[in-house]
């Protein structure tokens, strides 16, 4: 049985019809720039999420930027977040000149530990920026509280998250600013790049509308130093037709992530996901840890299940940061579960079949010798 990871293919098949003619309306109106498929988007976008303004993008990197950008963040200031993450959390801080300062994650959720944040905040710090990995959110409340004590801004990185929620709110309508991203393979994925950033104050939300179009106040007219991010209308008008679906789509996820769960949870050998009891996650991936991640990966590969890692090496250790000083040891949360951790195909088309199938051959490589110091060190029970 040949499984495929994320069955982008698939779901173009199920919604050939509405799609071709979404993108072939755009072709011959030719509005290829901001057309009004983006603004019947944003309004699909602040329907779904409830945030109060939704604006869409050129991709997850850049709605980063927009929202740094809108806060103000300039070189020299601070802004913590996690380590174990997609390059683009932190090289977006660092590009803007500012110094992304790590903490190390919870080791159930993944996500930033909240406990850790205060001992890192310094006159420099401007924000917070928590990652709702593999589709769940931070614990915000703790987080909140604290940005509020220190009066610092909250920019959720929701690359992973669209339509996840926290205590009911979704995790767009969360935080100063949200972000997410488009890119194909994330939950709700267009056929290219694209991202949106979420927020609920009028003030910034104009702003980032204006820093998306080269910070223009009028056509020729620039108030700040902005950027080129639209969104294309096409990519827009394949959103139109996927958001419709997208309710379903995420029921269907959830659905594939209890069933894995059933399936693999009285292996000895695997950590499964955790989702704390006020979050509900997206499923951007289904990601279990294993003490011997290259043999199980190998194994896997010979009967033909792709499985990937997210990610394999922290971004403290990080070539590319080097700079900042930190060593092996700083985060040690991190290191483990980036040296364990393992995604298997996740998408909402995965059959019973294919969850059996996959499970069967993860848990037959309980028998695999496991080499020396491989282990884990950690046991969440
Ligand atoms: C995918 C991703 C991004 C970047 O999104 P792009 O649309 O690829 O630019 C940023 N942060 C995280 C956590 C991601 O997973």
């Known amino acids: 049985m040949k499984i495929d990871f994320a069955n982008l293919q698939y779901q173009y098949q ?122 769940q959110p931070s614990d915000m409340d703790a987080i909140a509280s604290i940005a509020d004590k220190h009066n610092l801004k909250v920019i959720i990185d929701g690359a992973q998250s669209f339509g996840s929620t926290f205590n009911g709110l979704t995790d767009s309508n969360l935080g100063d600013i949200s972000t997410t991203s488009f890119f194909p393979a994330k939950p709700l994925g267009c056929f290219g790049d694209g991202g949106a950033v979420f927020t609920n104050n009028e003030e910034l939300a104009l702003k980032m509308k204006s820093l998306r179009v080269h910070g223009q106040s009028k056509r020729y007219h620039h108030k ?57 996650s997206a499923w951007a991936q289904y990601s279990v840890r294993v003490k011997n991640r290259d043999e199980v990966q190998a194994k896997l590969k010979e009967q033909e299940i792709p499985t990937a890692v997210h990610y394999p090496m922290p971004l403290h250790l990080q070539e590319c940061f080097e700079y900042l000083g930190y060593k092996k040891g700083d985060f040690p949360v991190s290191e483990i579960v980036s040296g364990e951790i393992m995604s298997l195909p996740m998408n909402p ?16 490589t309980d028998n695999i010798k496991l080499k020396k110091g491989k282990r884990c060190q950690m046991k969440i029970k």
């Open 14 to 135: 199920l919604y050939k019809t509405e799609i071709d003619e979404a993108i072939s309306a755009v072709l011959n109106k030719s509005n290829y720039i901001m057309g009004e498929e983006v603004a019947t988007l944003e309004n699909s976008l602040q329907e779904f999420t409830k945030a109060k303004y939704a604006i869409t993008c050129s991709n997850g990197t850049d709605a980063l930027l927009l929202a740094m950008m809108a806060l103000d963040i300039k070189p020299g200031d601070e802004i913590i977040t996690t380590p174990f993450t997609f390059i683009a959390t932190a090289e977006t801080i660092a590009f803007l000149g500012a110094t992304p300062v790590f903490v190390d994650i919870d080791e159930k959720t993944y996500n930033i530990d909240p406990s850790l944040i205060e001992e890192k905040i310094t006159d420099k710090t401007k924000a917070i920026m928590p990652v709702s990995l593999y589709g």
């Open 349 to 364: 088309y995965i059959t019973n079949e294919e969850i059996d199938y996959i499970s069967k051959n993860v848990i037959s």
């Open 224 to 280: 700040y130093i902005g950027m080129g991010g639209r969104l294309d209308t096409l990519q827009a008008a394949v959103l139109n037709v996927k958001i419709k679906h997208y309710p379903k789509d995420l029921s269907l996820r959830q659905e594939v992530a209890s069933k894995y769960t059933k399936a693999l949870e009285n292996k000895t050998n695997l950590i499964l996901p955790f989702v704390a009891p006020s979050a509900t």
